[in-house]
C-alpha cells in the first residue's frame, strides 16, 4: 500500500507562487511516475506534471510548462510541486498520484494511488 499526502494549497493572487508538497509513504521505492493532477469545479480532473522516481525526469501539460516545476526528493519520500505566475484558471483541488505500471505520464487511469487533494485558489 502507499499513502499519499498533500499539503502547501491555499489562496493566492494572480501572478504570486505556491509550493505544494506530497509525503509518500509505503513502497515507493518501486513506483515508476509521481504525479500531479488538478480537478476545478465541473470539470474532470487532468493532468498537470510527473516525474519520474527513479530517474528524475519530468513531463508537463502544455497549460503550465514554463511556470510549474515537479521535482522529488528521494531520501525523504517527497514529491514537488512548484508553481509560478500563478492564474485564475489554475485554481483547482491538486492531487498527488503514485504509478506503478510505467506506460504513460499523463493517463490519469494508469495511477494507483491517490492523495485526499489539496485546494489551490487564485483570485484576480
Known amino acids: 500500500q502507499v499513502q499519499l499526502v498533500e499539503s502547501g494549497g491555499g489562496l493566492v493572487q494572480t501572478g504570486d507562487s505556491l509550493r505544494l508538497s506530497c509525503a509518500a509513504s509505503?513502497?515507493?521505492?518501486?513506483?515508476?511516475?509521481m504525479g500531479w493532477f488538478r480537478q476545478a469545479p465541473g470539470k474532470e480532473r487532468e493532468f498537470v506534471a510527473a516525474?519520474?522516481?527513479?530517474?528524475?525526469?519530468?513531463n508537463y501539460a502544455e497549460s503550465v510548462k514554463g511556470r510549474f516545476t515537479i521535482s522529488r526528493d528521494n531520501a525523504e519520500n517527497m514529491v514537488y510541486l512548484q508553481m509560478n505566475k500563478l492564474k485564475p484558471e489554475d485554481t483547482a483541488s491538486y492531487y498527488c498520484?503514485?504509478?506503478?505500471?510505467?506506460?504513460?505520464?499523463?493517463?490519469?487511469?494508469?495511477?494507483?494511488?491517490w492523495g485526499q487533494g489539496t485546494q489551490v485558489t487564485v483570485s484576480s
Open positions: 498520484a503514485a504509478d506503478y505500471h510505467g506506460r504513460s505520464w499523463s493517463l490519469l487511469t494508469e495511477y494507483d494511488y
Open positions: 509505503g513502497r515507493t521505492f518501486s513506483s515508476y511516475y
Open positions: 516525474v519520474s522516481w527513479r530517474d528524475g525526469n519530468t
